[in-house]
Nanobody, 124 residues
């Protein structure tokens, strides 16, 4: 599975952004893949943010619940992360990840495929 993120930008606090992740690959089908968004700042581990399961169920981490929304467009093979109410502490490199099968925990070790990331910078 090949993942390519886009949509990162520099915004002011309180602003919104939508990240996209286009997925492709042999045998890839939305019905069999769970996908998630992570972020990472220099010197820290990768933090799981939101997950959408193969059947469409979603899970969010406490730090983004109510501000971020994960969704997918099956026709476009695209995963989204709509971010609102952005804070300076949301500044990070954002990654999408995928795994064939069902996942219930947004942990790095649960995912096999990763994009190269897109940078989000939030200024105060």
């Amino acid at each position: 599975v090949l993942l390519v993120e886009s949509g990162g930008d520099s915004v002011q606090a309180g602003g919104s952004l939508r990240l996209s992740c286009v997925a492709s690959g042999p045998g890839y089908t939305w019905s069999s893949v769970s996908m998630a968004w992570f972020r990472q700042v220099p010197g820290k581990g990768r933090e799981g943010l939101a997950l959408i399961n193969d059947y469409g169920g979603t899970i969010y981490t406490d730090s983004v619940r109510g501000r971020f929304a994960i969704s997918r467009d099956i026709r476009k093979n695209t995963l989204y992360l709509q971010m609102s109410g952005l804070k300076p502490e949301d500044t990070a490199m954002y990654y999408c990840a995928a795994r064939v099968g069902r996942v219930f925990d947004i942990s790095v070790h649960n995912f096999d495929y990763w994009g190269h990331g897109t940078q989000v910078t939030v200024s105060s």
